[in-house]
């Protein structure tokens, strides 16, 4: 069983800063990846940053030079810091994870629940 645990996310007011959490909990052997994704209303899930298998990282080009993702391997955590934030930044988050559970098994996608971000102008 793995479960992803975010915490954060919020209200805040254009300009402002909110910090995402995600820890992958539960029998894991490997992660292969681990990002942020982000849903609007209306709109798409789309991946807002994240690791990829290599160790590099991808932003959209939206959150570019605003969004910061870092990670802490020991304990399967990302952190996602949102700085400048805009109204269009406005959406649900989900933290994602590309993982093993055993050595044997296929990798799997897993998602966390998400969390509301909502910015006011």
């Known amino acids: 069983q793995v479960q992803l645990v975010e915490s954060g996310g919020g209200l805040v007011q254009a300009g402002g800063s909110l910090r995402l959490s995600c820890a992958a909990a539960?029998?894991?052997?490997?992660?292969?990846?681990m990002g942020w994704y982000r849903q609007a209303p209306g709109k798409q899930r789309e991946l807002v940053a994240g690791?990829?298998?290599?160790?590099?990282?991808n932003y959209a080009d939206s959150v570019k030079g605003r969004f910061t993702i870092s990670r802490d391997n020991a304990k399967n955590t990302v952190v996602l810091q949102m700085n400048s934030l805009i109204p269009e930044d406005t959406a649900v988050y989900y933290c994602s994870a590309t993982l093993r559970t055993t050595p044997s098994r296929p990798l799997i996608v897993y998602w966390g629940q998400g969390t509301q971000v909502t910015v006011s102008s």
């Open positions: 690791f990829t298998t290599s160790g590099s990282t």
């Open positions: 539960g029998s894991i052997f490997s992660i292969n990846n």
